[in-house]
């Protein structure tokens, strides 16, 4: 199973950046969402494709639809700048697959 | 929290073993899981142990080899017939959810990640 994500997505601060994670039947499988900085562990900020960890701002937000899951960042600010991997389980083969990451520029 | 250590400098061909120590929960309830990223790349997921499974990615599958010791509260990842393909920053991972609740493997998100600890596999 492949995950695809774009590579890069740019946005204006206090704009909202939208990041997609695709994939075949990505609505049958449960999507979770990580930040990563540079040099730093990543992140959960989004699990069970909607749901917020505790102490994440609400302006992280992730939604799915028929063909693709989405990480909606919302009032973005530079503290934002990051990688952002989608992630699911393949249960056919029990195996983790990550999407290739999508670096999110604020500028 | 966890905290990898193990990592460093081996020649291709080489082994290593990596640890990952844990506190602040029941380390026995908990799935386990450990991602590497390559210099520059995005994540791999590579190994899960459970209550009742373990499963590997094909790219390590029938050369590292991942176990756990409740006792200690710890992980470990063998690692053997390393190449340069292997090289990258190896993070451990939480299965969020206990392995009780989710019936005696957690197949979730990962809620808490180690600082990472470096593989470099070089002659």
């Known amino acids: 199973y492949v995950v695809t994500q774009p590579p890069s997505v740019s946005v204006a601060p206090g704009q909202t950046a939208t990041i997609t994670c695709a994939g075949h039947?990505?609505?049958?499988?449960?999507v979770h969402w990580y930040q990563q900085k540079p040099g730093r562990a990543p992140v959960l900020v989004i699990y069970?494709?909607?749901d917020r960890p505790s102490g994440i701002p609400d302006r992280f937000s992730g939604s799915y639809g028929v063909t693709a899951a989405t990480l909606t960042v919302s009032r973005a600010e530079a503290g934002d700048e990051a990688d952002y991997y989608c992630q699911v389980w393949d249960f056919d083969h029990h195996h983790v697959i990550f999407g290739g990451g999508t670096k999110l520029t604020v500028l | 929290q966890l905290v990898e250590s193990g990592g460093g400098l081996v020649q291709p061909g080489g082994s290593l073993r990596l640890s990952c120590e844990s506190s602040g929960f029941t380390f026995s309830d908990y799935a386990m899981n450990w991602v590497r990223q390559a210099p520059g790349k995005g994540l791999e997921w590579i190994a899960y142990i459970g209550g009742k499974t373990i499963n590997y990615a094909d790219s390590v599958k029938g050369r590292f080899t991942v176990s756990r010791d409740n006792a200690k509260k710890s992980m470990s990842l063998q690692m053997n017939s390393l190449d340069a393909g292997d090289t990258a920053v190896y993070f451990c991972?939480?299965?969020?959810?206990?392995?009780?609740?989710?019936?005696?493997?957690?197949?979730?998100?990962?809620?808490?990640w180690g600082q990472g600890t470096p593989v470099n596999v070089s002659s």
């Open positions: 069970d494709d909607s």
């Open positions: 991972t939480r299965a969020a959810n206990s392995l009780a609740y989710c019936g005696g493997d957690c197949y979730t998100q990962f809620d808490i």
């Open positions: 039947n990505i609505a049958d499988k449960t």
